[in-house]
């Protein structure tokens, strides 16, 4: 990337058009009237670009889908998150570079998303003040809390196991002394002994 950006301007819009498919070659000087020699620099061009592939896509129907964002079942909060963030990059959430408006907007998607209730409760917990970082931390130490605390609930059934199994290899290596036939069984042989046989 570094390398293409030393290059003469002209050459750089050679390498954009041989990265991209044919389609996009077509949207630029067909749509966008953006010949092969045109005047604009590879980022305008590319910006050019972005702007045309988001007007196709309606604006409410957009918000609705980062609104809408919740966490999959079994995907990891840093998934979401990313899924989220490339959500929001498509839709102005605030007009201008309102950074704290964007924050807050993100904030709430993100605690109508999330999909643990307890997570739920303490992100309502916080400071009405916390930052995004502040909420995306909260989220990934819970996480990362209840990962580490089922790998400790697994961990003593795996030793009742192995302790199970010890005891029973102990109880094997115990001599065994004969067994001695039960009270009852010693009366019932000796009374088959007992009985006369009978005489020919």
């Known amino acids: ?15 954009l058009r041989m990265a991209v498919s044919l389609d996009v070659q077509r949207i630029l000087e067909h749509t966008l009237g953006i010949a092969p020699n045109t005047s604009l620099t590879v980022t305008e061009v590319l910006d050019t670009l972005q702007s045309h592939f988001r007007s196709q896509r309606n604006e409410a ?4 889908k980062l609104l809408c964002c919740k966490q999959a079942d079994g ?12 959500l929001a ?3 102005d959430l605030c007009t201008g570079n309102a950074m704290p408006c964007a924050e807050i907007q993100l904030k709430m998607v993100l605690l109508m998303g999330v999909r643990d209730e307890e997570l739920i409760q303490r992100l309502i917990s916080l400071d ?10 909260c989220c990934r130490s819970y996480e990362a809390t209840r990962h580490t605390a089922s790998a400790i609930y697994s961990s003593p059934s795996q030793l009742r196991v192995t302790s199970t199994f010890k005891k029973g290899r102990r109880h094997d290596k115990t001599p065994h002394s004969p067994q001695q036939p039960s009270s009852g069984q010693r009366v019932k042989t000796q009374h ?3 009985v006369p046989s009978p005489v020919h």
């Not at 990337?1 to 390498?15: D, E, F, G, V």
């Not at 129907?61 to 609705?64: C, N």
């Open 1 to 15: 990337m570094l390398a293409s950006q030393r290059l003469p301007r002209h050459k750089q819009l050679i390498q």
């Open 89 to 91: 990059e498509e839709v």
């Open 192 to 194: 088959r002994t007992a």
């Open 128 to 137: 009405t003040g916390a930052s995004l970082q502040d909420v995306v931390t």
């Open 61 to 64: 129907l957009r918000r609705r």
């Open 75 to 86: 995907e990891s909060f840093s998934d979401f998150f990313v899924r989220l963030k490339n």
